[in-house]
């Protein structure tokens, strides 16, 4: 059993940064690729970054390349998204995910993870 739980979020400007944090509970962390997905209001659930278990390899959406950063801290048992250069369009609520060894291309799926935080609003204004 693994627990998520996501901080971070907030209000920012367009062209601002933020960084979201994601603390999980349980011992064995460093086994579950982990990822950030993202809900737009009226929209469904999509995929954002992804970070593999056991090599650290990193996945972006299309949209976020070049500007948001995923990263873990297996010692801490944390996970981040430093987001930087926000745009309107980033405006959602922000989840985080664990999955067991999960690789890719399934860990950018939201049906191949099976733990997921509360969620954390960011909202970006021009």
């Known amino acids: 059993q693994v627990q998520l739980v996501e901080s971070g979020g907030g209000l920012v400007q367009a062209g601002g940064s933020l960084r979201l944090s994601c603390a999980a509970s349980g011992r064995t962390f460093s086994s579950y690729s982990m990822g950030w997905f993202r809900q737009p209001p009226g929209k469904e659930r999509e995929f954002v970054a992804a970070?593999?278990?056991?090599?650290?390899?990193?996945y972006y959406v299309d949209s976020v390349k070049g500007r948001f950063t995923i990263s873990r801290d297996n010692a801490k048992n944390t996970l981040y998204l430093q987001m930087n250069n926000l745009k309107s369009e980033d405006t959602a609520v922000y989840y985080c995910?664990?999955?067991?060894?999960?690789?890719?291309?399934?860990?950018?799926?939201?049906?191949?993870?099976?733990?997921w935080g509360q969620g954390t609003q960011v909202t970006v204004f021009s």
């Open positions: 995910a664990a999955g067991l060894t999960l690789t890719y291309p399934i860990l950018t799926t939201v049906k191949g993870y099976n733990y």
């Open positions: 970070i593999t278990w056991s090599n650290g390899l990193t």
